[in-house]
C-alpha cells in the first residue's frame, strides 16, 4: 500500500492508463486537425473524433450525432442553459433549477437574472431530495427549461430524474441534467431517463481534464441551443474551435472503459464505500449527509460533531479526502449544499467527503478506517467543546 491514499474522486479521478495510451499518438504521429478535410492527417484525426462521439453516445444511450465536444462539464453547462434561454426566450423566459445544484449552474442563472430571466430555486429535504409537488408548483406558462442536476457532487444524493423528466415531458418543457458526476458510475440512459440535454466530463472517470461533452436531443424533441463560443461553426454549429483530439480520444476511451466495467465496479465501490460507513458509524455522534438510498455507490458524507473538518482532514495523515466541492472548498463557509439540507454552521463544518474510486482497494479502505477513528478521537480530546458536552451528558444520567 502506497501513501498518501485519494479518496477524493468526486473532484476528479487518476487518468487510466489504457485511456492513455489510447490518446499518446494523438500528440505525436496522428497530430491532425479533426476539421482538414483535404489530407489524411486530418482524415486519421476525424476518425478517431467519430469514434470517440460513439463511445460517450453508447454510455449514455444517445446518437453520436447527438454529442457536443466541449472543454468540460462547466461549459456545457453554460452552453446548455445560456444558449436553451437565448434560443427559447421569446416563448418564455421562466427556469426551474435547485438549490444544491453545482456552481456551474447557479452562477450561469445568476448571470442569466442579469439580461431577463426568472429563475426559481427549488429546496430540498433533509435528505438532498426535491419535492415534486413544489416542482410541478413552480412551473408556468413561461417556463422554457428544468434544470436539475442527476447526482450531487458533495452527498451523491440521486435526484428522482424520470420523474421530473415526465413532468417536464407534460408541461412539454425542456430538461437538462448535469450528469458529470453520475456517468460512469451509475446506468445512465438519457432515452430512457427522458432527458434532453446533459452535461458530463472526462476528469470524473478517469479521462484527462480539460475535456467535456454536451448531448442535445435531435428529435422528440429537437433541441436547438445558441452556440456561446463562436468562430468556424464546428460541431455542428453549437461550439467552434478547433477540436481537442487527444482529449477527445480519451473521453471516449474513458466512457468505453466505464461502459465495460458496468455493474461489478459499481457493486466493488458500492462494497468499499459500505464497509467504510459502516465503521465510521461506530463513532458516537457521527451523521451520515444526504438521503442513503438514492445515492452514488462510491460517496460518503460524513459529520462528527464537535470536530472541524478542515482539523479532521489535516490529523488524517496520508489520506486525501475534501471537505465539500473542490470548487467551493476553499471557502471559509459552510458548504451550502449541506445547509440546503438543515445542517447547523457546525455540523456543515464537521462534514468531510470521502469519495471511493477504481484504485483503491480494500486495504486502503481498511486503513482509512483508523486513521480517520483516530483523529476524531485525537481531536475531540482537545475540543473544549467536546468535553462540556460530554459532562453535561454524564451529569444528566
Not at 413544489?134 to 428544468?146: E, G, H, V
Not at 465503521?279 to 438514492?294: C, F, M, P, V, W
Not at 486502503?364 to 475540543?383: C, K, M, P
Amino acid at each position: 500500500m502506497n501513501l498518501p491514499i485519494y479518496l477524493d474522486n468526486n473532484s476528479t479521478t487518476p487518468v487510466d492508463q489504457r485511456v492513455l495510451d489510447a490518446m499518446l499518438p494523438y500528440f505525436t504521429n496522428k497530430f491532425g486537425n479533426a476539421a482538414s478535410r483535404n489530407h489524411s492527417f486530418g482524415w486519421i484525426a476525424e476518425e478517431a473524433v467519430d469514434k470517440a462521439r460513439q463511445q460517450i453516445a453508447s454510455l449514455i444511450g444517445a446518437d453520436s450525432i447527438e454529442i457536443t465536444f466541449t472543454s468540460g462539464a462547466t461549459e456545457a453547462v453554460n452552453l446548455a442553459l445560456k444558449g436553451t434561454f437565448e434560443t427559447y426566450r421569446a416563448k418564455g423566459n421562466h427556469i426551474i433549477t435547485c438549490v444544491t445544484e453545482h456552481k456551474a449552474v447557479l452562477d450561469s442563472c445568476k448571470h442569466l437574472e442579469k439580461i431577463g430571466a426568472d429563475i426559481t430555486y427549488l429546496p430540498v429535504d433533509a435528505e438532498g431530495i426535491i419535492d415534486l409537488r413544489n416542482l410541478k408548483a413552480a412551473i408556468t406558462p413561461a417556463t422554457i427549461l428544468i434544470a436539475i442536476m442527476y447526482a450531487n457532487n458533495e452527498t451523491g444524493v440521486i435526484q428522482p430524474i424520470r420523474e421530473i423528466a415526465q413532468i417536464a415531458a407534460d408541461n412539454n418543457i425542456l430538461f437538462f441534467s448535469d450528469a458529470t458526476q453520475a456517468v460512469g458510475k451509475i446506468p445512465v440512459d438519457v432515452r430512457e431517463d427522458g432527458i434532453h440535454m446533459l452535461a458530463l466530463s472526462a476528469h470524473k472517470m478517469y479521462g484527462p481534464k480539460g475535456i467535456g461533452a454536451l448531448y442535445v436531443r435531435r428529435r422528440n424533441p429537437r433541441v436547438t441551443i445558441l452556440p456561446q463560443i463562436h468562430g468556424g461553426g464546428h460541431e455542428r454549429g453549437f461550439r467552434s474551435g478547433t477540436l481537442n483530439v487527444p482529449g477527445i480520444v480519451g473521453l471516449g476511451e474513458a466512457a468505453a472503459l466505464c461502459a465495460d466495467a458496468g455493474a461489478g465496479e459499481q457493486s466493488r465501490l458500492l462494497y468499499l464505500r459500505d464497509k467504510l460507513e459502516s465503521a465510521l458509524r461506530k463513532i458516537e455522534h457521527t451523521y451520515i449527509n444526504g438521503d442513503q438510498s438514492a445515492r452514488l455507490p462510491n460517496v460518503l458524507n460524513i459529520s462528527f460533531e464537535h470536530v472541524d473538518g478542515q482539523a479532521l482532514m489535516m490529523a488524517m495523515k496520508g489520506i486525501a479526502v475534501s471537505s465539500g466541492s473542490a470548487c467551493t472548498s476553499a471557502s471559509l463557509e459552510p458548504s451550502y449544499v449541506l445547509k440546503s439540507l438543515g445542517l447547523t454552521d457546525e455540523l456543515a463544518h464537521s462534514a468531510i467527503r470521502i469519495a471511493v474510486g477504481r484504485f483503491n482497494t480494500e486495504e486502503e479502505i481498511d486503513f482509512t478506517i483508523g486513521q480517520v477513528t483516530r483523529a476524531v478521537e485525537h481531536l475531540r480530546s482537545i475540543s473544549p467543546a467536546w468535553i462540556i458536552a460530554r459532562e453535561a451528558n454524564n451529569s444528566s444520567k
